[in-house]
């Protein structure tokens, strides 16, 4: 079993940062690819950004590349996404969720991950 603990997210003006960090339990922490979704209101879950076990492959969704960075630590069973450059529509409830599966998926589901964080919530002011 694997508990996700977000933290990180606040209230922040157009333009700002924010780094968003999510806390594992257990240790098999190195063995999951590791997701970023958001769910703003009355939408979707969205992917957001991936990275792979090992830290070797990183994918991200079209609207936040060149903006927001994945990165883990897995002598700290954490990940990170560094968020840069914050627009009005990233606000959002942001979720870490990990994948035992060996591969990264580019167009993951939300709904198909193994374990799920309660999230924390991004707001961007214009």
């Known amino acids: 079993q694997v508990q996700l603990v977000e933290s990180g997210g606040g209230l922040v003006q157009a333009g700002g940062s924010l780094r968003l960090s999510c806390a594992a339990s257990g240790r098999t922490f190195s063995t999951y690819a590791m997701y970023w979704f958001r769910q703003a209101p009355g939408k979707e879950h969205e992917f957001v950004a991936v990275?792979?076990?090992?830290?070797?492959?990183?994918y991200y969704a079209d609207s936040v590349k060149g903006r927001f960075t994945i990165s883990r630590d897995n002598a700290k069973n954490s990940v990170y996404l560094q968020m840069n450059s914050l627009k009005p529509e990233d606000t959002a409830v942001y979720y870490c969720a990990a994948d035992v599966a060996l591969v990264v998926f580019r167009t993951p589901n939300y709904y198909d991950m193994d374990y799920w964080g309660k999230g924390t919530l991004v707001t961007v002011s214009s």
């Open positions: 990275i792979g076990a090992s830290g070797g492959s990183k």
